[in-house]
């Protein structure tokens, strides 16, 4: 199903929930346990369906005000949403080439690791009609109250009120530096000192390790002791990892490849294997 133009978006909207509640009643009729057939439906015919963006910069900005000016006047929702439009994708398209200078030659696995979305798909997003994001809106507001008729759901309040920056701002480290956590820094000092050969290992001191990782990150301590890179550090040369840490490989392996830095991407994809070998 598709919006056509001229078509009331309100029809759509009810079109779309018929369909949508239908699939879901028909699921959930035949399952055995309808307890879990239910939470299972939810999740995958309303709130991840497959038609609407996942990990979507521009998706999830123009949801979030769409379903802001939805609850403040539902009649003008979609127009006052398109008249933002513009600013929207020009803060999509900013994000956008940062993502592709940054990012450019992974997998769409190695993507998914580091929760960003498909970069095509972005692109493909950014360049719709107004029709093709009007009938996507109508199937996000569709999804949306059959989650609240089949379970009561938590209030947010949406919308965007962060400034435009322009494309040198969004490039810089400072804008960026949320992105990275405090793993990350630990995994790209520890394996740099890894590769030139000096060892961290349980019988080292490795609070002083965890205090030359502080001097380099620029973070003041009191205590080493109380503090999470030390924790890390600890994981990192007992290699106990959890699945999490995975992310964080392959986020820090990234950086080092961008460099050309082949020989500790050779050190970390070691490790990657090794944690894989025993999950």
Not at 17 to 37: F, M, P, T
């Amino acid at each position: 199903m598709e919006a056509e133009r001229g078509k009331d978006f309100n029809e759509i909207v009810e079109a779309y929930k018929y369909e949508l509640r239908q699939a879901y009643v028909d699921a959930v009729g035949i399952s055995d346990n309808k307890k879990y057939a239910q939470a299972y439906y939810k999740q995958t015919i309303f709130e991840k369906h497959p038609k609407l963006p996942q990990n979507s910069y521009f998706f999830d900005r123009l949801s979030k005000l769409f379903l802001h000016n939805y609850r403040l006047n539902q009649s003008e929702a979609l127009l006052k949403t398109f008249d933002e439009l513009y600013k929207i994708r020009e803060r999509a398209d900013i994000e956008l080439a940062f993502l592709e200078d940054t990012y450019n030659g992974l997998t769409d696995e190695e993507l998914g690791y580091l929760k960003i979305g498909n970069l095509n798909q972005e692109r493909q997003l950014l360049n719709l009609e107004w029709f093709e994001i009007s009938d996507l809106l109508a199937l996000l507001l569709a999804t949306r109250e059959l989650m609240t008729e089949v379970s009561s759901a938590r209030v947010e309040l949406f919308g965007i009120d962060e400034p435009l920056l322009d494309e040198a701002q969004k490039r810089s480290e400072k804008y960026y530096e949320a992105k990275f956590s405090e793993h990350h820094q630990v995994f790209a000092i520890y394996y740099l000192l890894k590769y030139l050969g000096i060892a961290i290992g349980r019988d080292t001191f490795q609070s002083d390790f965890a205090r030359f990782i502080h001097l380099l990150t620029g973070h003041n301590i009191t205590s080493v002791y109380n503090q999470n890179k030390l924790k890390i550090l600890k994981k990192l040369t007992a290699q106990n990892f959890t699945k999490n840490n995975l992310q964080d490989f392959h986020t820090v392996r990234h950086f080092f490849r961008k460099i050309n830095f082949d020989k500790v991407c050779e050190i970390i994809e070691k490790d990657i294997e090794a944690f894989q070998e025993f999950q």
